[in-house]
């Protein structure tokens, strides 16, 4: 009888776990559809260049997470990243997505979902207990924050460029 209530038990926590990364996988994809239609959107060709980068990164986080459902990769084939958060999202509004964007903004509106995607993970890892999941969620969280890093990078040169005098 115990042995088929922990069976039971583990079957649970698996299926939470597995509806927990089938989210993630679900959030993956509609953030690269989220920068291919901004990509439609926008005339700057560097801005559609770092928009499609972002796009093959949410596919590329998409792949990892089907391969750790899959067994095929573990959380080690994610690495914690150094990040910079410049907190720009926190501060600036989100501007509106319409076509013709200037390059600041469409970066803007980068940072702002790649918050969105980090405080997700990072939400999901503030309730799991220590562990290979809650592991995962800390990892994918700072891949999102990395995004965002780039993404305020880009707003902050293109909104405020250099000038010769420095």
């Given at each position: 009888m115990m042995k088929e209530i922990a069976s039971e038990m583990y079957t649970m926590k698996d299926r939470n776990v597995k509806s927990i990364i089938e989210t993630a996988i679900q959030k993956e994809r509609e953030a690269h559809e989220f920068y291919v239609?901004?990509?439609n959107l926008v005339e700057d060709t560097i801005a559609k260049?770092?928009?499609l980068f972002l796009a093959e990164e949410e596919t590329k986080h998409e792949e990892f997470l089907r391969n750790y459902l899959r067994g095929t990769h573990g959380i080690d084939a994610l690495k914690l990243d150094e990040v910079i958060d410049y907190e720009i999202a926190q501060y600036l509004e989100i501007p509106d997505i319409e076509k013709g964007m200037e390059a600041k903004d469409i970066?803007?509106?980068a940072a702002h979902r790649?918050?969105?995607?980090?405080?997700?993970y990072k939400n999901l890892a503030d309730i799991?207990?220590?562990?290979e999941v809650k592991d995962l969620l800390l990892k994918m969280a700072n891949q999102e924050l990395k995004h965002k890093e780039k993404a305020e990078y880009l707003y902050s040169n293109t909104a405020f460029p250099q000038t010769a005098g420095g």
């Amino acid at each position: 009888m115990m042995k088929e209530i922990a069976s039971e038990m583990y079957t649970m926590k698996d299926r939470n776990v597995k509806s927990i990364i089938e989210t993630a996988i679900q959030k993956e994809r509609e953030a690269h559809e989220f920068y291919v239609d901004l990509y439609n959107l926008v005339e700057d060709t560097i801005a559609k260049d770092a928009l499609l980068f972002l796009a093959e990164e949410e596919t590329k986080h998409e792949e990892f997470l089907r391969n750790y459902l899959r067994g095929t990769h573990g959380i080690d084939a994610l690495k914690l990243d150094e990040v910079i958060d410049y907190e720009i999202a926190q501060y600036l509004e989100i501007p509106d997505i319409e076509k013709g964007m200037e390059a600041k903004d469409i970066y803007l509106v980068a940072a702002h979902r790649e918050l969105n995607s980090y405080n997700f993970y990072k939400n999901l890892a503030d309730i799991h207990p220590d562990g290979e999941v809650k592991d995962l969620l800390l990892k994918m969280a700072n891949q999102e924050l990395k995004h965002k890093e780039k993404a305020e990078y880009l707003y902050s040169n293109t909104a405020f460029p250099q000038t010769a005098g420095g």
